[in-house]
């Protein structure tokens, strides 16, 4: 069975970091491309970040380039979403997400259908940025 589990998420002050992790089980990372999405009130789930396990490939949501970095840990089965210099409106809910169609979609990453590739999901993490 396929489980993704989300942790890390928390209340920070604008300008902090926060280190969000996604452990899977029933799968290994090896054959899957993972992202993190993300879904404020009242606004649609949008992805953040993807990673492509297959080459190594990163994707990012434009307004999140430079600030946020995705990383994988074989070893631990474990996905990471590095989130610094964390602003207000980063605040949402985080999910992580898994896919094995092959590599990160080649479609906009904040695009609505973006989220109709991945069929595995957590159950997300809270993240509240306070100005």
């Known amino acids: 069975e396929v489980q993704l589990v989300e942790s890390g998420g928390g209340l920070v002050q604008a300008g902090g970091s926060l280190r969000l992790s996604c452990a899977v089980s029933g799968f290994t990372l090896d054959d899957y491309a993972i992202a993190w999405f993300r879904q404020a009130p009242g606004k649609e789930r949008e992805g953040v970040s993807c990673?492509?396990?297959?080459?190594?490939?990163?994707t990012y949501l434009d307004s999140v380039k430079g600030r946020f970095t995705i990383s994988t840990d074989n070893v631990k089965n474990t996905v990471y979403l590095q989130m610094n210099s964390l602003k207000p409106e980063d605040t949402a809910l985080y999910y992580c997400?898994?896919?094995?169609?092959?590599?990160?979609?080649?479609?906009?990453?904040?695009?609505?259908?973006?989220?109709?590739?991945?069929?595995?999901w957590g159950q997300g993490t809270q993240v509240t940025v306070s100005s």
């Open positions: 997400a898994a896919t094995n169609y092959g590599p990160c979609p080649a479609i906009y990453i904040g695009g609505r259908y973006y989220r109709d590739f991945f069929g595995s």
């Open positions: 990673m492509s396990n297959s080459d190594g490939s990163t």
